[in-house]
């Protein structure tokens, strides 16, 4: 029951002549727009899960048709459409439509062949759902709804978001590898990483749960709900946002290794070849590594990836990158690394002040892991430091400032 209004009034119904004020019409106003445009998002949402192209649709065989052969099977057309064979529990989910791209194209056929090698379905956004990158969690948003309709048995477990300047460089590496062991770490519902501008969602892992709709539902209602945020980067601001300021969405968050799965090209030239007398570190890709990001760039991106994807065409060149994945190094560093975000956890269970009212237990949860990833950042910092001032010791500092420019795309 609502709590009583501080106004009592005599008369059940209100005059009949009253003048509607400021606020009531503003509200009046902003109710209506809403209301129509949910039914506008809800409409698009129900025709694409009843089959329709417009959302989950193969391709657009006038631009593919070049290479729209096998590649078609892995791009699927809908949730319940999946590669033959064993099925995954894991998809991969993107966008690309307007004007051609070659090099986005080009770096889409190689996350089709990733796709079929370990079987995972895969979800390409080929029209505009809303304005601009708003599209990203909308799409994303209802991806979770169809799959959270299903009986939990038959749903997908993980989503991989990828943008589309991603391109596949080690299809041997499984993107099961880089998620948490299945018990201790059931608070965990998104994987992601940060870069020297913040938090960085160009490829990120979400479980596929009710947490993960609230927080898609959230970043597309920021624009409008919190006007006061500055939004330079439009969702990947938005979703910062609400993971550095709401408890909800900030303790089932765990920030990984840049470089397992959100690589940038580093010290390398665009062909992919490591300058000379120069060392792979921080989030630069290594040989064997899954993926790079060309986040950024500007007007020399297309340029960029065509330069590494015509190297990766070559036999030679590519017989570099595509290291077996039993020889990566990567399941012992994964498995090291959630080794010590379990001791982490195995700490003592911190001390909740009850202020207002019981906490339950879902909130302790909460609380005490928050905390303990705050103190997990504060060892990360200063490890991050230490090993900074041993490679100062070891490299002129006139070579520090050329490897953090090109480091950080």
């Given at each position: ?43 698009r949402l129900f025709w694409a899960s009843a089959g329709t192209d417009a959302l989950l649709a193969p391709f657009d065989s006038r631009v593919y048709s070049s290479w729209r052969s096998w590649e078609e099977k892995a791009l ?5 459409t999946k590669p033959e064979g064993r099925s995954s529990s894991i998809a991969k989910v993107t966008m690309l439509y307007g004007k051609y791209n070659e090099a986005y194209h080009r770096a889409l056929q190689g996350q089709a ?164 007398n120069r060392r792979i570190k921080g989030n630069s890709v290594k040989d064997g590594d899954v993926l790079v990001h060309f986040a950024g760039h500007g007007e020399t991106k297309q340029e960029r990836m065509l330069a590494l ?101």
């Amino acid at each position: 029951m609502y709590p009583p209004s501080h106004h009592v009034y005599k008369s059940v119904s209100p005059p009949r002549h009253t003048r509607m004020t400021q606020r009531r019409r503003f509200r009046l106003l902003f109710l209506t727009v809403s209301v129509l445009g949910g039914l506008w998002l809800a409409s698009r949402l129900f025709w694409a899960s009843a089959g329709t192209d417009a959302l989950l649709a193969p391709f657009d065989s006038r631009v593919y048709s070049s290479w729209r052969s096998w590649e078609e099977k892995a791009l699927v057309g809908s949730s319940s459409t999946k590669p033959e064979g064993r099925s995954s529990s894991i998809a991969k989910v993107t966008m690309l439509y307007g004007k051609y791209n070659e090099a986005y194209h080009r770096a889409l056929q190689g996350q089709a062949a990733h796709t079929q090698k370990h079987r995972y379905p895969l979800f390409a956004l080929e029209q505009e759902l809303v304005d601009g990158l708003w599209s990203k969690p909308s799409y994303m948003l209802h991806i979770l709804l169809v799959e959270l309709q299903k009986p939990e048995e038959e749903r997908l477990k993980w989503i991989f978001w990828f943008d589309a300047d991603v391109i596949i460089t080690n299809p041997n590496v499984p993107l099961e590898v880089f998620l948490p062991p299945e018990k201790g770490f059931e608070h965990i519902n998104i994987l992601t990483t940060v870069d020297h501008k913040g938090l960085n969602d160009g490829v990120f892992f979400m479980r596929v749960c009710n947490w993960s709709a609230k927080l898609m539902a959230s970043v597309v209602a920021v624009q409008f709900l919190r006007p006061e945020v500055k939004l330079k980067y439009a969702e990947q601001s938005a979703m910062e946002h609400l993971i550095d300021n709401e408890q909800i969405f900030h303790a089932p968050t765990l920030i990984v290794p840049q470089r397992w799965f959100n690589a940038y090209m580093g010290p390398r030239f665009t062909n992919g070849t490591v300058f000379p007398n120069r060392r792979i570190k921080g989030n630069s890709v290594k040989d064997g590594d899954v993926l790079v990001h060309f986040a950024g760039h500007g007007e020399t991106k297309q340029e960029r990836m065509l330069a590494l994807l015509n190297a990766l065409d070559d036999p030679v060149e590519r017989e570099k990158w595509e290291v077996p994945f039993e020889e990566t190094g990567l399941r012992k560093e994964v498995r090291d690394f959630w080794a010590e975000q379990r001791r982490i956890m195995g700490d003592d269970p911190i001390e909740i002040v009850e202020e207002n009212g019981p906490v339950s237990e879902d909130e302790k949860v909460a609380v005490d892991w928050a905390a303990k990833k705050a103190q997990m950042e504060k060892e990360r910092k200063e490890k991050e430091k230490k090993q900074a001032e041993e490679e100062a010791k070891k490299t002129p500092k006139e070579e520090e400032e050329v490897e953090e420019v090109v480091v950080e795309e």
